[in-house]
DNA sequence: CAGGGAAAGTTAAAATCTGAACAAACGCGA
DNA sequence: TCGCGTTTGTTCAGATTTTAACTTTCCCTG
């Protein structure tokens, strides 16, 4: 359980300075940030909103608002799905862009400082894969 | 960044089946369990609001609300400090103790089933000895 | 091809969290 | 001892998340 523990710890203050962070660069929460990566990373920049819900780990509900939000910065925009009629497609503006690319170093130097640059290669890889199993295994409809 | 996507995904993951567990076993929230787990063992199962607030790495304005709600369910107590007229200590209830040996069982059996038991012994000693030293960087005033 | 259940997104209400402002109490240096 | 900057916990307003409907569309089965 003490591993647990410590797990937990650091997720959250990491979780904290990486909210900092962003908020002071771009007036962004994380997983507004989130949100713009996995777009940003996808095929033709777009991605279903219930796929982009379970990605980011959010609920449908919390990433409506989300989007909305998004939207009215105009870092996003909202397009119909032509196979599926209830579908819509999230899709990062030009504007998003730009804006990842002004916020992601400073994203990643935070991440670096306190989680990758404190772990050796070996360190980092074993929590890799330990996260990849655990993620799976929780991923996994029936818990497995 | 790979360890950090896995990290940020297994850790919304997990938590949101903790959640789940703690609601439907006794309608606590995680927030509102790991304040109870603290208090309970805490020297006199009491604990400084602030103090508190680090240890479940919570705002302090959230604590005062979480622990509003606890002692609106009996299971928590505010108590005023002798030493510091300002000092509230927040005291669990033996209610609060009952409650929390019924749902630790099952908490511990999530956090078991879904990540330690799927680790290594060496996994598990080099996960934890990485989240120490994050931990520690994270809590350290100045980042260090 | 009609019906019923499942899935996609949205919405509304309630719960919770954050950040700033605040009042009270502390404690240290002049 | 006085005064001022800190610390403590709370409060308030605003932002976000959750949960549970609800609507629309899809798709499988008979």
């Given at each position: ?105 400073g994203h990643v130097e935070v991440v670096r400082r306190y989680l990758i ?28």
């Amino acid at each position: 359980m003490a591993a647990w523990r410590a797990f937990l710890s650091t997720a959250h203050l990491l979780d904290r300075r990486i909210e900092e962070q962003l908020k002071a660069a771009a007036g962004l929460t994380h997983p507004q940030f989130e949100i713009l990566v996995r777009l940003a990373e996808a095929p033709d920049r777009q991605v279903r909103m219930t796929e982009l819900a379970r990605g980011v780990v959010v609920s449908k509900s919390a990433l409506t608002y989300q989007i909305t939000q998004l939207e009215k910065a105009g870092l996003v925009e909202r397009a119909t799905c032509p196979s599926d009629e209830r579908g819509v497609f999230a899709v990062i503006t030009e504007a998003g862009l730009r804006c990842l690319e002004r916020v992601a170093p400073g994203h990643v130097e935070v991440v670096r400082r306190y989680l990758i640059d404190r772990l050796s290669r070996d360190e980092l890889r074993t929590m890799t894969a330990a996260m990849r199993k655990t993620e799976e295994a929780l991923r996994a409809p029936d818990g497995r």
